[in-house]
């Protein structure tokens, strides 16, 4: 066979591989860090402007934004599905159990996309912005940076059932952490990481009531002054930080585990005498391994399954489909 034919048919052939894995390795997505450098060059200064102004504005935002990424991709990928809005016709994933009266930031992500419009019209997708929000929050409350490659496409659907199914509960047990997180190709190790993103943000008395009243591995103290926010009944939006320094993404969330203070069940139970107790203790000693560790799987969770090409489209509006 000439060169150039064996060539070509290689061409074929991984192209054909690319498809059959539905486009899961980063060569196959054909994501770019510059992909906007000729239609929007301005881009990232837009998102990371705003973001800079909401997180100053509200430091809780922060985390909502960082977290909005996180129930995006695990649901069906990157594709920016979980900010469509419910229609007549059509349920999304904001009423799934994880998400309702949960999920929040949707006004930040609709400004950066009005402004992202009126730059550059139908050019940067939800989904992209969604993966750059949530880098330029972390950083935003002193937390690493990481190299965000873009070219994601937004979905024209969504999945209420997968975001039901997929997104781990604040009453999971550690081995159904390491499964969640495994269904996404995360090993153990990336999900302890990814879990110390919890080292912003709050969460509302109705994910932890259980645990402050009915938990054994919670420090006494801590459990006496939950329960004075989090009444036995009633107060269920009362709001409690997710570490004792909830406003500085930092690795004091790993300290908290080891002196039995997670807020909530799923946070304990990465420090419970099981497989992942070494890990945090490495993380709640070396703030720089966590910082590393958590960025690596940042990129990670940032490439799960992107549309990409002609796949999806590029929202006008991220509530809704074009």
Known sequence: MALS?????????????????????????????????KTCPNFH???????????????RMGASLLRLHFHDCFVNGCDASVLLDDTANFTG????????????????????????????????????????????SVVALGGPSWKVLFG???????????????????????????????NQGFNAKEMIALSG?????????????????????????????LRAKCPSSGGDNNLSPLDSSAKSF????????????GLLHSDQELFNGGSADAQVRTYSSNAKAFSSDF???????????PLTGSRGQVRINCRRTN
């Open 197 to 225: 993103s919890h080292t912003i943000g709050q969460a509302r008395c109705t994910v932890f009531r259980n645990r402050v009243y009915n938990d054994n591995n919670i420090n006494s103290s801590f459990a006496r002054s």
């Open 250 to 261: 930092d690795n004091r969330y790993f300290k908290d585990l080891i002196s039995q203070r």
């Open 93 to 136: 994933e904001k009423t799934a159990g994880p998400n309702q009266n949960s999920i929040r930031g949707f006004n930040v992500i609709d400004t950066i996309k009005t402004k992202l419009e009126r730059q550059c019209p139908g050019v940067v997708s939800c989904a992209d912005i969604l993966s750059v929000a949530a880098r330029d």
């Open 152 to 182: 994601r496409r937004d979905s024209t659907s969504a999945s209420f059932s997968a975001a039901n199914s997929n997104l781990p509960s604040p009453a999971s047990s550690l081995r159904d952490l390491i499964s969640s997180f495994s």
């Open 295 to 305: 960025a690596s799987a940042m990129v990670k969770m940032s490439n799960l399954r």
């Open 5 to 37: 034919a064996f060539s070509s048919s290689f061409k074929l052939f991984t192209y054909a591989l690319c498809l059959l894995v539905l486009f899961t390795t980063s060569s196959c997505q054909q994501l770019s860090a510059n992909f906007y450098a």
């Open 45 to 59: 200064s837009i998102i990371k402007k705003t973001v800079t102004e909401a997180v100053s504005k509200e430091t």
